[in-house]
DNA sequence: AAATGACTAAATGGACAAAACGGTCAATCG
DNA sequence: CGATTGACCGTTTTGTCCATTTAGTCATTT
């Protein structure tokens, strides 16, 4: 075909999300940016929200990529989950898409958005999990509970990186690379 | 003298604060629950902040010594920071007024009530603290950034009892413990 | 067969009046 | 006379319209 109108679409809707927001976001102006009638859209998606979740399960996929990218088979474990999630917050940090999103659920609370975020959070916990099973196998580090390492993994990234500047000086990211290796590596005993 | 007024007002102020949250309590209702004009309020405190001001910051006392009864100077650090934090979570979660505020923050984001919950948290984390200075100066714990190492262990602790619930089971107060003492004691190294 | 935009029911937002609110203070009370 | 009070004030919040906008449909066009 001359056009991907599908492509169009996601493509219109992506900008116009980012730019303002999904609840500030109508179809109307998302038709009109992708040079396609309103009904068009509603014969590739079957609705606002549906659209939305396209978009960020291919979201989901760049970020892998991104975040396998971050990664060096030749380096630990550990450097390598650092690695990745910090390549995943900066991800985070730079896409407008998931900046205004997040603010957005901040701001609004709009429920299918709030929706979509979980599902974002959920698979960047997947992913680390795998990778934490496969280290658990290789032996490369001890046995444990891949979900709750995982999950709390996330949690400690994001609450360094998001919660800590709230009330202090940022961390750069060595400083985060070496709290993160002295909690979950190392531990506090001598 | 024959009744005290301001112990009135406050008791009347926390019960209504815990019932109905600090944005739907007025102060001609705390008034009348405590059965004094409602100027009296204004003799004591400076406005309806300020009550609350004051109701947090004895919460707080009340907190920490909870905190403190929870620990046993004869155990290992660690035990003792286990413990203190559990003690501190139960008592959120079994104190109305905390649970109302917290919830007030969520659904509502009233500026006072997010104000006084941050100020609970750092006295919290600054409690915390106290401890981990203590345990490094007795060569308890590895050398480490104490306030970080606070803040850190308050967010993995809320993250386990409050957050993975959303999505999971419950854990166990053993497992909690166990967790806990996995990540920030050992570490995951072998 | 694919694409469209006029159409509809439902949601939203602005304008405005009424009610409720936090805080003050002159009058009252003990 | 100092402690206490509730009527009072300016402001904010709430409720209620109604006009506009919106997501989603579907008969019509391409």
């Known amino acids: 075909?001359?056009?991907?109108?599908?492509?169009?679409?996601?493509?219109?809707?992506?900008?116009?999300?980012?730019?303002?927001?999904?609840?500030?976001?109508?179809?109307?102006?998302?038709?009109?940016?992708?040079?396609?009638?309103?009904?068009?859209i509603y014969t590739f998606f079957k609705n606002k929200e549906d659209l939305l979740d396209e978009i960020i399960s291919s979201l989901i996929l760049e970020i892998k990529e991104a975040a396998e990218q971050a990664m060096d088979p030749d380096r630990p474990f550990f450097e390598n989950v650092h690695r990745a999630l910090y390549r995943i917050s900066e991800f985070r940090k730079q896409h407008q898409l998931t900046v205004k999103l997040l603010q957005e659920v901040r701001d609004i609370g709009t429920p299918a958005v709030q929706e979509v975020m979980k599902k974002l959070d959920r698979a960047i916990i997947a992913y680390i999990r795998e990778k934490i099973d496969i280290a658990i196998k290789k032996g490369e580090i001890r046995n444990c509970d891949a979900e709750i390492t995982a999950f709390l993994m996330l949690k400690v990234y994001l609450a360094l990186i998001v919660d800590w500047e709230k009330e202090h000086e940022p961390l750069t990211k060595e400083k985060i690379a070496e709290l993160f290796e002295l909690y979950f590596l190392k531990g506090l005993s001598k």
Chains 1, 2 share one sequence.
């Open 1 to 40: 075909m001359a056009v991907d109108r599908k492509q169009q679409i996601i493509d219109a809707a992506t900008k116009s999300f980012s730019l303002f927001g999904y609840k500030a976001t109508t179809m109307e102006q998302v038709a009109k940016l992708a040079n396609v009638g309103k009904g068009t």
